[in-house]
């Protein structure tokens, strides 16, 4: 193998094994066992498991972001929804690697891992603004998206702790939320109210949107 | 100055250092300085900055936790808005320090720190409970607790940001995220439709719940 195909083995290896356990619980050793070749040679490689490590998230990150891309076309709702299930695709892969990472892993303060966790926020974010059809969003907005985004990671970390609710309801739960935090923006905000009217104006009667406003208008009478 | 007596000075002068500017901006020699002390000294009381931060980061938790007690009589929205606005002085009085915290600062990824984070989170998800007067919730409603939390969190985070929407609109809205998020999950479940009616039955008419859904409502027609 060259050097530059033998370290993408190496990379995809430690990903693997980074996302079924804690990373702090996988060793170098178990990494070079796995890639079938000696410890030294992974040496030769990445100076250390933190820069291997570093190396699998750029990976794990890097694929997460392709699966925010979504056509724009067809309702808000359902496009949303589309990309909740490859979240919750991405997350039930990695899950002990995506917990032991957002609860504080064993890369955590590393400002390059940090950048990375912030560079996939800010690829969701973009994502959203985009299909909003906004190219600058009011700080409301922006708070809304961005503090939704936090709801999705919290969401995805509970459902992994116990899993105690299908996550084909929490991918629905999320785009309401999603919907509902927006909504509670604009009943006191007259330039949300516009985006809001705008975000449910092409919403089939059984897009998602419309089906939780059926059913909210239900439960307050 | 006795050695108790010391350190709890040392500690309230760390705290308005760490609160005030990043804490990695934040060294030894001023800790010392200000405190009128000499560096040494700061030494013989902490063996070193990380120590002297978790002391100050315990300090705050303490204090962070106590603004969380609410007495549990009148409409739990209005109660719920008080502890919103005690929240927004902490964040408010801490806000550099609780930003560097809150988004990867110099001691995250010490196992102290973490726990002191969690113990928190886990102290407003205890006072939330019961105030709705629940010993045993089902995985519902305390996936919409804690992810509200963090949904405070991150709505704090991006307030301090720039500080771009009115702290007072803020609280509000969390109190009102709380009931979309509620009002979310009811919509399709039996069981925590149950609970949203037990939690608005005593809403006054003037209280945070209730003007959110005539404004829900009026903006839906």
Redesign the interface.
């Known amino acids: 193998m060259g050097v530059e195909e033998r370290r993408q083995q190496l990379i995809g290896v430690a990903l693997e094994l980074f996302s079924r356990r804690s990373p702090d619980e996988v060793s170098i050793d178990e990494i070079a066992s796995a890639a079938g070749i000696s410890r030294p040679l992974v040496y030769h490689y990445f100076p250390g498991k933190l820069s291997l490590y570093e190396a699998a998230l750029q990976r794990a990150a890097d694929d997460l972001a392709t699966r925010f891309v979504e056509p724009r076309e067809g309702p808000l709702g359902t496009r949303l929804l589309r990309v909740m299930r490859r979240y919750f695709d991405f997350v039930d892969e990695h899950g002990p690697g995506f917990s032991a990472l957002m ?8 400002s390059a ?2 950048a990375l966790v912030d560079g996939v926020r800010q690829a969701a974010y973009l994502q959203i603004l985009a299909h909003l059809d906004i190219d600058r969003p009011p ?2 907005l ?2 809304v998206i ?2 939704w ?3 999705a ?3 995805a970390l ?2 992994l702790d ?1 899993r ?2 299908p996550r084909t ?2 991918e ?2 999320l785009v ?2 999603f919907a ?2 927006t ?6 905000d007259d330039e949300m ?1 516009v985006l ?1 009217r705008r975000m449910l104006k092409d919403e089939p009667a059984d897009g998602p949107f419309t089906d ?2 059926g ?3 239900a ?2 009478s």
């Open positions: 609860r504080g892993g064993p890369a955590v303060g590393s891992t940090n700080a409301r922006e708070l961005r503090s985004i936090s709801l990671e919290s969401t509970i459902w116990g105690r609710i309801e929490l629905a739960q309401h939320d509902a935090l909504a509670v923006s604009a009943a006191y109210a809001l939780l406003v059913r909210l208008v439960l307050a």
